[in-house]
């Protein structure tokens, strides 16, 4: 689907963050309930961070069978969910929380003593969920990652590639703090929606960055944005009022 400036995926603008999570709130509940009207189940993926925190409250909110959804991760840092650093923290502080708590929550970390050995044993909890998922929601950084696909990583090239032999990668990089482990492309890819959403004058820059061409592997987020197997719906707020609209 063609779009402004030539972008493969569509942008929704929001004047707010809070516009951005209201909105994307009632929007994930409405393709989970479909999902459970439909199949009986639904399945959401969800990523870390500081961006999704706020529309995660409103999502928990949301009037569901939460008992037929599974959640799990789209990456998670390899630390226990007692650590401050760990999404699943995230996720059952501001997610999982009311009605929501009843949700099936399947996270990545196995306890074992690094995301390498801990591989086979993640990639078996993933491999058991059914798919295609239903939601996929996903961030992006400013030097162009989205999940733990960050540039010069290693693990990146088999996280990346088109026929992986696992549904998960251990992913170490300079500068990271903790090594991670990941839902590789094609697994994140299995869905029957894929949202990307951003905030902050920066990223915007970087999405115009990664859309105008250049290596994946500088922009691991370009593999996302250049697929054509699922659309990714992009989402973004300005931070701060005076960022405004993009021109």
């Known amino acids: ?64 069978n939460w008992s037929a959804v599974t959640v799990t991760l789209a990456d998670e840092r390899w630390v226990p969910p007692t650590d401050t650093a760990s999404n699943e923290a995230l996720v059952r502080r501001s997610l999982l929380t009311g009605p929501a708590a009843q949700a099936r929550f399947v996270g990545l970390y196995t306890g074992h003593a690094s995301p390498e050995a801990g591989e086979d044993a993640c990639n078996t909890r993933v491999g058991a969920l059914s798919r295609p998922f239903d939601v996929v929601l996903l961030g992006m950084g400013e030097d162009g990652h989205t999940a733990s696909l960050f540039p010069g990583s290693c693990g990146l090239a088999a996280a990346l590639s088109p026929s992986p032999c696992q549904a998960v990668q251990a992913v170490r990089a300079p500068g990271l703090g903790h090594p991670r482990m990941t839902l590789t492309l094609p697994t994140l890819l299995d869905s029957r929606s894929v949202l990307l959403v951003i905030t902050g004058a ?35 707020a300005p931070e701060t009022a005076n960022e405004g609209a993009p021109a």
């Open 1 to 64: 689907m063609p779009t402004r400036h030539g972008q493969r995926h569509p942008r929704r603008v929001f004047a707010t963050p809070r516009d951005l999570a209201d909105a994307l709130a009632e929007g994930i509940a409405t393709r989970l309930r479909d999902a459970l009207v439909s199949r009986g189940g639904a399945s959401l993926v969800v990523s870390g961070g500081r961006t999704p925190e706020a529309l995660f409250t409103r999502l928990a909110a949301m009037p569901l």
């Open 202 to 236: 920066g990223k915007l820059r970087t999405l115009d960055q990664a859309e105008a061409g250049g290596p994946v592997e500088v922009m691991p987020v370009r593999a996302l944005l250049r697929q054509d197997r699922v659309l990714v719906d992009i989402n973004w």
